[in-house]
């Protein structure tokens, strides 16, 4: 079974950065090597949201609107990790953030969760 786990999150200044990790166990490098992976993000009371997604080989990027320009998904295949790289944080950027992968082009059936990471960005 696949299983990713989250770290990096914490306490930081409005207009701060903070960079997350992604380590996935549990398959071998060249099966990573084939999942699509993502950042989810879930604020208090609201739904769980798409932060950003990247393609197996790394070429394409997705990013919500509200963190275009702010935020960089990344990853590193041999060391089976994703990142998300945060600047320019906002208060409203406050969540437990969560990392994803599944097999082949990015979508939510069949993806394997994180048990996610807290962010929280102080006014």
């Known amino acids: 079974q696949v299983q990713l786990v989250e770290s990096g999150g914490g306490l930081v200044q409005a207009g701060g950065s903070l960079r997350l990790s992604c380590a996935a166990s549990?398959?071998?490098?060249?099966?990573?090597?084939?999942?699509?992976a993502g950042w989810f993000r879930q604020a208090p009371g609201k739904e769980r949201e798409f932060v950003a997604t990247i393609t197996w080989s790394g070429d394409s990027t997705y990013y919500a609107d509200s963190v275009k320009g702010r935020f960089t998904i990344s990853r590193d295949n041999a060391k089976k990790m994703v990142y998300l790289q945060m600047s320019s944080l906002k208060p409203e950027d406050t969540a437990v953030y969560y990392c994803?992968?599944?097999?082949?082009?990015?979508?939510?059936?069949?993806?394997?969760w994180g048990q996610g990471t807290q962010v929280t960005v102080s006014s």
């Open positions: 549990g398959l071998t490098v060249g099966t990573f090597s084939t999942y699509s």
């Open positions: 994803a992968a599944r097999y082949g082009r990015w979508s939510y059936e069949g993806a394997y």
